[in-house]
C-alpha cells in the first residue's frame, strides 16, 4: 500500500515544497489509493475514497468561506486521503477558517508551496500504486485458484474454504446466510480499528448469503477485490447446498418481470403466485452501492423489521424492492417507508431512491423506471435517500426533446441573475432555487445554505433588483420555480461532465 508519507517524500511532490496543516490524526499512515487533478468545485460525488485530490485553488479561494467549507465537507464525506492546494503564485496564504474545518472534518490539508506539474505528481505517484494493485491481483487470483482446485478435489466443503480465504489473506472470515445466521467462520478476531469489505453471495437471482472479510491493514484495496472476486467462487459452493423456496422462486420471477415490464396478463399471473391480492397499491426503491460493497442484506432486513410488506431482487448489482401498499392509506405508508429507509443506509455506502406510488402493483414497473431516473437526476451521496416525488419538475425538463427551448425560457426568466453570477462570481441562482424550493421561507432558505438569514435577505433582495420586483407578486413562481431549476441542472450537468474527462 502507498501511503500519504510515501507520497510526501516522493521527488514529484517534494518539489512542490508541501507543508501538512492541521493535525488530523494518522495523516502519514493513509492510504492513497489514486492521485487525481481537478479544479472542478462538484468533485466529491464522483471520489470513491483514498483519493489524494491536487488543486490549483484559485476556483476554491474565489468562493465565500461558507462555500469553501462546504467544498472541504463534502470531500471529508468522500473519505479521500488528502486535498492539497497550490498556494504559490497567490498573494495570501490558505484561509485559517478553512484549515480549522478541514481539521474539524478530519480532512488532511496540504499546502503546496511551490508550482510543481501536476501530471508529474499524479503520474509518479499512480504507477506505484498500479504496481502494488497488480501484486493484491496475484494474491486474488492465487486464492481463487486454491479454492476452484478445493471445489473439484473434494468438493464445496465450506470449513476449508474460508480457512483458505483466512490464512491467504491474513484476515478474519465470516459468511453469514441471508437471514444473519452464521454459516462459517475462520481466521482470529481483528481488535480495534482496521479494513471491513462486504460482498453479497447471490444465487439464482436471490441472496444467498453475505461474505465479509476483516484486515487489521488499513489499505482496503486487497480485501475489497478478494470480496469482490470471491463472493462468484463461494457462489459456486453455495449452490449445491442452496435451493431456493417455491416461495423464493415465485418473488423472484415476479420482481424480474416488473423490473422488465412485462404484460399485464403475465404480471398478473405471478403477482398471485407471489401470494399478493390483486389491486394492492405498490412503490418500488432502487439501492445503489457507492465505492465499497454494501451488506444490501443489512439494509433488506432493517426495512422488514419496520413491519413493510416488501419483496426484493438482487439486479445488476443493485437491490430493487417492491412494497405492499395498504388501500386508503398508501401515501402515509410511503412516507414511513421513506423514513425507514433512510435509517436503514444512513451512514453506510449505499444511496437508493424511491419512485412514486402506483394504485395497483400491476403498475410497478412505472414507479421503478422513475427511480432509476431519479437516481440518474439527483446523484446521491453514499447514505442518502431520494423521493422522485422531490423531483418531478427535473422529470419534466428531462423529457422536454429540444434543448433550445429550455435555454430560452431560463434566458428569459432568470437571464439577469445568471449573468449577474457569472460577472461577479456569486451564487444568487443557487439561493433563488433554494428559497423556491422551500416554499419561500426566508429561515429555512438561510439555514439549508449556511448562513446567516440577513445574508439571505440582501441575496433577496438583489434578485427582485434584477428580476424587476419581488417574485411572489409577479403571478409566476412556478414558471420561475421551472427555469431555476433548468439553470441548476444545466449549470450541474456541466462540472460532471467536465469532471468525467479529467
Known sequence: MITLADVLASASMSAADPKLCGNVPGTLDRVVRWVHSSEVLEIAPLLRGG??????????????????????????????????????????????RLIAVANEQGLPLIDLRAVAPFVDIAEAVNRLVVNEQADAHLVVDDVSRRIARQITDRGPHLPTILDVVATSLAAEVSLAAADGASLGHAGSAVEGEGTTAVAGIVVGGQLAAQLTLRSASPDPFLLNLAAE??????????????????????????????????????????????????????????????????????????????????????????????????????????????????????????????????????????????????????????????????????????????????????????????????????ALTASLLCWLDSGCNTTASALALNVERQTMHKRLNKIADLLGGDPRDSGGLLDLHLAAKAAAA?????????ARRA
Open 51 to 96: 483519493e489524494l485530490l491536487l488543486s490549483g485553488g484559485a476556483a476554491l479561494l474565489a468562493l465565500p468561506p461558507q462555500e469553501q467549507e462546504e467544498y472541504v465537507r463534502s470531500l471529508a464525506g468522500r473519505n479521500i486521503a488528502a486535498l492539497a492546494l497550490q498556494t504559490a503564485g497567490h498573494a495570501s496564504p490558505l484561509p485559517e
Open 490 to 498: 444545466t449549470a450541474a450537468a456541466g462540472p460532471r461532465t467536465a
Open 229 to 426: 472476486r470471491l463472493s462468484g467462487i463461494l457462489a459456486l459452493a453455495l449452490a449445491q447446498a442452496f435451493r431456493p423456496t417455491p416461495a423464493q422462486v415465485a418473488n423472484a420471477r415476479l420482481m424480474e418481470s416488473v423490473i422488465e415490464g412485462s404484460g399485464a396478463g403475465t404480471l398478473e399471473r405471478l403477482w398471485v403466485q407471489a401470494g399478493l391480492r390483486p389491486g394492492q397499491g405498490a412503490v418500488m426503491a432502487v439501492f445503489r452501492s457507492l465505492g465499497r460493497e454494501v451488506s444490501f442484506s443489512a439494509v433488506e432486513r432493517a426495512l422488514r423489521a419496520s413491519g413493510a410488506n416488501a419483496r426484493s431482487h438482487l439486479w445488476d448489482g443493485e437491490l430493487a424492492m417492491l412494497f405492499i401498499l395498504p388501500r386508503g392509506n398508501a401515501r402515509k405508508a410511503r412516507e414511513a417507508l421513506l423514513r425507514a429507509a433512510r435509517d436503514a443506509v444512513r451512514g453506510t455506502d449505499a444511496c437508493a431512491a424511491f419512485g412514486p406510488h402506483v394504485d395497483d402493483g400491476l403498475r410497478a414497473n412505472q414507479s421503478y423506471v422513475e427511480a432509476q431516473a431519479t437516481l440518474g437526476l439527483g446523484l446521491p451521496a453514499a447514505g442518502k435517500v431520494l423521493d422522485a416525488m422531490e423531483f418531478l419538475a427535473l422529470r419534466i425538463l428531462a423529457v422536454v426533446p429540444e434543448p433550445e427551448l429550455l435555454e430560452l425560457y431560463v434566458r428569459s426568466s432568470v437571464g439577469e441573475v445568471l449573468d449577474w453570477d457569472q460577472k461577479h462570481g456569486t
